[in-house]
């Protein structure tokens, strides 16, 4: 199975900042990657696709990048309605895996 | 719009079964793989199981493989998950997932709501 460790696994940040969440396989996954964002109490939403492409309706400050093992989800500005808990996903292959899960905070 | 509603979830006995359905709509089920995904009290997301569009190919994480089996009635646009054997480990929210396709790979596009499974005497 591939392992999925996304950093740091919580974060602490004010509304403005840059924040950057790294994930790494443990294997190779090309950049059939995918990054999610989760509230409490909700379903998962698909942020970001295919490692870089932005999902229809999602806002542009979400940005994502990498290739092969690394992996990176930037929120450019952050908004208040983005603390939450953020997941990786591969998508190369079965059993899909997700890394730990990321908590933003409110600082 | 694509709408997901799952339900069958509940509290159930170890060693019990139960049967989670999902209701889709807003697009051609036939046409898209489905997952199930799980999703155990203040913890991370689990895969599950998955099931090609015409039901033919089935897929199992290694932990209910055996146990659990998908399906789907592609008439009734309605996704399965029976579960039997149920562990205190199976306790979860249980996410229908509708895939994306994109370049080569499925990802999990579209989320129903969850129903949640308790395995508790």
């Known amino acids: 199975d591939i392992q999925m460790t996304q950093s740091p696994s919580s974060v602490s940040a004010s509304v403005g900042d840059r924040v950057t969440i790294t994930c790494r396989a443990s294997q190779g996954v090309n950049t059939w990657l995918a990054w999610y964002q989760q509230k409490p109490g909700k379903a998962p939403k698909l942020l970001i696709y295919a490692a870089s492409s932005l999902q229809s309706g999602v806002p542009s400050r979400f940005s994502g990048s990498g290739s092969g093992t690394d992996f990176t989800l930037s929120i450019s500005s952050l908004q208040p309605e983005d603390f939450a808990t953020y997941y990786c996903?591969?998508?190369?292959?079965?059993?899909?895996?997700f890394g730990q899960g990321t908590k933003v905070e409110i600082k | 719009e694509v709408q997901l509603v799952e339900s069958g979830g509940g509290l159930v006995q170890p060693g019990g079964s139960l049967r989670l359905s999902c209701s889709a709509s807003?697009?051609?089920?036939?046409?898209?793989?489905m997952h199930w995904v799980r999703q155990a009290p203040g913890k991370g997301l689990e895969y599950v199981s998955a099931?090609?569009?015409?039901?033919?190919?089935?897929y199992y994480a290694d932990s209910v493989k055996g146990r659990f089996t998908i399906s789907r009635d592609n008439s009734k646009n309605t996704l399965y998950l029976q579960m039997s054997s149920l562990r205190t480990g199976d306790t979860a929210v249980y996410f229908c997932?509708?895939?994306?396709?994109?370049?080569?790979?499925?990802?999990?596009?579209?989320w129903g709501q969850g129903t949640l499974v308790t395995v508790s005497s």
């Open positions: 099931i090609s569009g015409n039901g033919v190919s089935t």
């Open positions: 996903l591969q998508a190369n292959s079965f059993p899909r895996t």
């Open positions: 997932v509708k895939t994306l396709y994109d370049s080569g790979a499925y990802y999990y596009g579209y």
């Open positions: 807003g697009f051609t089920f036939s046409s898209y793989p």
